[in-house]
């Protein structure tokens, strides 16, 4: 893969040279930014006879004041994913990064709406969604190559105009356009860790073209805590790439016309033989957007997303650490995601907004895999998969009838189909090899969900504003939790052709205060996830048992289930002062009351706490940021203790990570970096199976570098 990766690379950067070569000088340079002086965009697109393209989305809409939204600022010394993690409530489904996490495991969701690694959270992309068209988790390195503008994170489902799937939330990344620039950053570190980043603008005529690159290996970390390890425990490697061009340009008053492409490889070892894994993806998207608000303002976006990801299975594993077989081989796993979107937003007036739209979205895939190892040779397999779509429409209305008030209320309908489901096992060796075990053809489902929300946010002076918010959504099993078994360790879990969509609905309200150097809020919430998936213990090996096979006397045997839900109820606070125009600091801090209701007796799970899920999450920062380039920062972010299983037998203990980043100028356009990750080296579980064997998430981690900026 990496030779294609490379080879598309090539093409990329072939195209982005040539339309530069080729491209007329604008009549006026412009910077990204210069349009701050001004009031409003509308002001900078007319103050001067060159136009602005800035590659945004619709504004944010009126009725979003209602809902419990956090930005956050773009840090190019740290990944994503663990920029987000400092978010109270936020839960990626294990504490370890994508340097040495299972990618399987990697999904998001917001308020302990957890109960498998499938994400809860609706995580957009410049609108386009982002969960892995066949597993539902998210591939973070795939972020690394993008020059990314500003995070949105709305806590509360039912995302109207967004799609299904935002159970807990929504997590919106949009992508930004450097200008006439060129960046390049490198760095070196701890186990041989190394990370390169690129992004390149160019003004195009009256457009912008930009591409940016990335690159980062290392040697790892050894996963398993220092006194469970045995001869079979290494170091995780990890090798991880990306690149991305983007084009935008103006095609009329108001309309812009913005197109990306991007890929990125991903290889990870899990910390012993027999654990590799990748990972690798081509996204594609157009969108038309036009923001005059004098004619009809109105996006539309069609998407593709290519996906492959294979990884291996060690398993068989004593005691004492000493031995490894391979036990099971995900050699091919193709998906496909395709989807379109349409947003209207007609003018009624200076005090109302009217959003109405549609959207649809498919997936496709299927595993191709090999088990049942017997000296190292496979002797079976298997290949299961199906289709996905969802049809919605939608409309929202948010109306301002006095100064201080804002009201907020829409909903849609979802039109859903599962289709061509099936799983094969067959033999792979003499006497019959193909002979079939099982040939299964699942029965096609359709459905229709019914989900809205609405709020309001009511200002009592012009510092404090009272919000509340209401809302239902829902989401459709993965491909992956309907026709895919999986192992981890000794033990198995089977998938459920039967699994049904869940539904969530919650309240929001919240208090907030908010002038020129303060902000602070306080919210206060109820969720409920219904029909919630989870993977339900079952039984324990040794033994055979349906959908996996055999299971050692080490292993428990599990399967996906619909539970009767996961109610949550807590609070959020979020703070932030601005000393003064280069010095911030900032605290965050969530409780999280999660617990599973089941009528099931023979489950024994009632009342017990969703996997992972922790009670408390707690953040905070200081920060230095001046005029010449210079920026300092230190932030602590505390995880809870958890559980493992959905018994709550195996616990994670609770952990605090400190971490720090430098960026300072040497030069007008050079400049020294570095970041510690972990600087205590916090032990931070991030999972102990059902032998009590922990795994770790990244130790202390050190990397500096240097950057150019021109």
């Not at 009256?206 to 398993?224: E, H, K, W």
């Not at 036009?290 to 976006?301: G, I, Q, T, V, Y």
């Not at 400049?671 to 931070?684: C, G, L, M, P, S």
Request: aromatic share 10%.
């Amino acid at each position: 893969m990496m030779r294609k990766f490379l080879l598309l690379s090539s093409t990329i950067f072939s195209f982005a040279i040539s339309s530069g070569a080729s491209a007329q000088a604008p009549t006026k340079n412009i910077d990204a930014n210069s349009c701050e002086i001004f009031e409003n965009e509308d002001s900078c697109l007319h103050a001067t006879k060159a136009i602005v393209v800035r590659g945004k989305a619709l504004n944010d809409p009126i009725g979003d004041e209602a809902f419990n939204i956090t930005s956050i600022e773009p840090n190019s010394q740290f990944r994503l994913e663990n920029i987000l993690r400092k978010t109270p409530s936020l839960q990626q489904f294990r504490a370890s990064d994508a340097r040495s996490a299972n990618p399987t495991s990697q999904g998001v969701t917001l308020r302990g709406l957890s109960a498998n690694a499938a994400s809860r959270a609706l995580v957009l992309l410049d609108g386009v969604p982002q969960s892995d068209p066949f597993g539902g988790w998210v591939a973070w390195p795939g972020y690394d190559a993008l020059p990314i503008a500003k995070t949105r994170i709305k806590r509360g489902g039912g995302s109207g105009a967004d799609g299904q799937g935002a159970l807990a939330g929504t997590i919106e990344l949009f992508s930004d356009a450097i200008g006439n620039a060129l960046n390049v950053s490198a760095a070196y570190g701890s186990r041989n860790a190394f990370e390169s980043k690129l992004s390149v603008g160019r003004e195009v005529g009256q457009g912008q073209v930009t591409l940016s690159a990335s690159y980062a290996r290392g040697d790892g970390f050894i996963p398993i805590i220092e006194d469970q390890r045995g001869s079979i425990d290494r170091q995780a490697a990890y090798e991880q790439a990306g690149v991305a061009l983007r084009f935008v340009a103006p095609l009329s008053k108001g309309t812009e016309l913005q197109a990306n492409i991007r890929a990125f490889t991903d290889d990870r070892e899990r910390g012993f033989a027999f654990s590799e894994n990748h990972n690798d993806g081509v996204d594609a998207s157009i969108k038309l957007v036009n923001r005059d608000s004098d004619s009809l303002e109105f996006s539309a976006l069609a998407y593709v997303q290519i996906r492959n990801f294979d990884a291996s299975f060690g398993g068989g594993i004593p005691a004492n650490r000493n031995s490894v077989n391979q036990v099971f081989e995900q050699f091919n796993v193709p998906s496909i995601g395709l989807g379109a979107r349409i947003e209207l937003r007609p003018n009624i007036g200076d005090i109302a907004e009217l959003r109405i739209g549609g959207d649809w979205r498919r997936t496709v895939g299927e595993t191709n895999e090999r088990f049942f190892f017997r000296a190292g040779a496979p002797l079976r397999g298997r290949n299961a998969g199906g289709e996905s779509d969802t049809y919605g429409i939608f409309s929202e209305i948010s109306v301002n009838p006095i100064e201080k008030l804002v009201l907020t209320g829409g909903a849609r309908v979802d039109f859903w189909t599962i289709s061509d489901g099936f799983r094969r096992e067959f033999e792979l060796i003499n006497p019959f090899p193909g002979a079939p075990r099982l040939d299964a053809d699942f029965d096609n489902r359709s459905g229709t969900e019914f989900t809205g929300r609405g709020g309001f946010v009511y200002h009592i002076n012009d510092k404090f504003s009272l919000k509340g918010a209401a809302y239902l959504g829902w989401r459709l099993p993965t491909l992956n939790e309907l026709f895919r078994p999986f192992r981890v360790g000794p033990d198995a879990t089977a998938a459920n052709e039967f699994l049904e969509p869940e539904q969530s609905e919650g309240l929001d309200f919240g208090l907030n205060f908010d002038d020129d150097r303060h902000q602070i809020g306080i919210t206060l919430f109820y969720n409920r996830l219904e029909n919630a998936i989870a993977n339900i213990t079952l039984d324990s090996g040794p033994g055979l048992f349906p959908g996996v096979g055999f299971v050692s006397g080490a292993g428990l045997f599990a399967q996906r289930q619909n539970i009767d839900s996961v109610e949550s109820q807590g609070i959020e606070f979020d703070a932030k002062f601005y000393l003064n125009d280069i010095l911030s600091l900032g605290a965050s801090y969530s409780y999280i009351d999660a617990h599973v209701n089941s009528s099931d007796d023979a489950l024994a799970i009632d009342g017990l706490r969703p996997e992972q899920v922790a009670n408390h999450y707690a953040s905070g920062f200081i920060s230095y940021d001046d005029d010449s380039g210079n920026a300092l920062s230190l932030s602590a972010t505390y995880l809870g203790a958890r559980f493992e299983d959905d018994n709550n037998i195996l616990s994670l203990s609770d952990s605090l990570k400190v971490d720090a980043s430098a960026v300072l100028s040497i030069t007008q356009n050079i400049a020294f970096n570095a970041r510690i990750e972990n600087i205590f080296d916090a032990q931070i579980e991030a999972a102990i199976s059902s032998t009590g064997i922990i795994e770790r998430a990244q130790p202390k981690t050190i990397l500096v570098g240097l950057q150019l900026r021109l």
